[in-house]
């Protein structure tokens, strides 16, 4: 059974709800809600590397069909699950455009100076 509160907090994670799961089993009003996302191969892409640590939900992206019109020479290209808002915000901090989005990733588009300096 999916409980409004839920839907709510997917909605707004996740821009919809598509990749939120639920489940009300031992749910209360303080349980937390976490939104799934599937792995960055379901959507074609090439997972690389985790960005910029290994311990960090984005990663950086491979060549495919599905990057081709978003690959360029001078930067590198990463993506974070859609509803990663706060790892998408912190790399667009750090210098990231938002080129597009593949099934439940957002690809950014980190200048290759930038994306240097954080590997480093």
């Not at 639920?22 to 892409?45: H, I, K, N, Q, R």
């Not at 590397?49 to 020479?73: K, M, W």
């Not at 210098?95 to 593949?102: E, T």
Request: proline letters at 5%; aromatic letters at 4%.
């Amino acid at each position: 059974m999916i409980l409004g509160r839920e839907l709510l907090l997917c909605m707004l994670a996740a821009g919809g709800v598509a990749g939120c799961s639920f489940s009300s089993e031992g749910m209360d009003a303080a349980t937390p809600v976490s939104a799934t996302y599937t792995a960055p191969e379901a959507s074609g892409l090439v997972a690389v590397r985790p960005y910029p640590t290994v311990n960090d939900v984005c990663q950086v992206i491979g060549e495919s069909e599905a990057t081709a019109n978003f690959l360029d020479h001078t930067a590198t290209l990463i993506g974070c699950p859609v509803h990663e808002v706060g790892a998408i915000a912190d790399r667009m901090a750090e210098g990231a455009v938002k080129v597009g989005q593949v099934g439940s990733w957002v690809l950014l588009s980190i200048p290759d100076e930038t994306a240097d300096d954080k590997l480093s």
